[in-house]
């Protein structure tokens, strides 16, 4: 059997989607990102953050280490402020920004929270 030479194959199934979500995956693709301004304004809400849950840590120390409420501030304030920033991550991603930045400060505050679980254990104690 021969085939046709003057028949054309069939055309691959393109993305409908829009010029804002084809340059969205393009980049994610490429991994190309330098957004300064995004990188200052993660980089500021992280110290932020931190400097928030040194506060609560500090009043935590200062009050003698049995309050377990105080020991509880610096670890809340890091989870809350790394949902949060995950939160601001997905925000950007769908605005087509640059959406990795977000992501680590998240993960960054998440890793940090995870450290500072320890003082509720010398609450405890």
Request: glycine content about 12%; hydrophobic content about 50%; charged content about 20%.
């Amino acid at each position: 059997m021969t085939e046709d030479p003057s028949a054309t194959p069939m055309e691959p199934a393109r993305d409908r989607g829009t010029e804002v979500d084809q340059s969205r995956q393009r980049r994610d693709v490429e991994k190309r990102w330098d957004d300064p301004s995004t990188l200052r304004r993660a980089a500021l809400y992280v110290v932020g953050v931190v400097g928030v849950a040194a506060m609560g840590v500090v009043a935590f120390m200062s009050t003698g280490r049995d309050n377990l409420v105080w020991a509880v501030v610096g670890p809340a304030v890091l989870g809350l402020g790394g949902l949060a920033a995950l939160v601001i991550a997905y925000r950007v991603y769908r605005g087509g920004g640059t959406w990795p930045i977000w992501h680590g400060a998240a993960w960054f505050l998440l890793a940090l929270m995870l450290l500072a679980l320890g003082f509720p254990m010398l609450a405890i104690e």
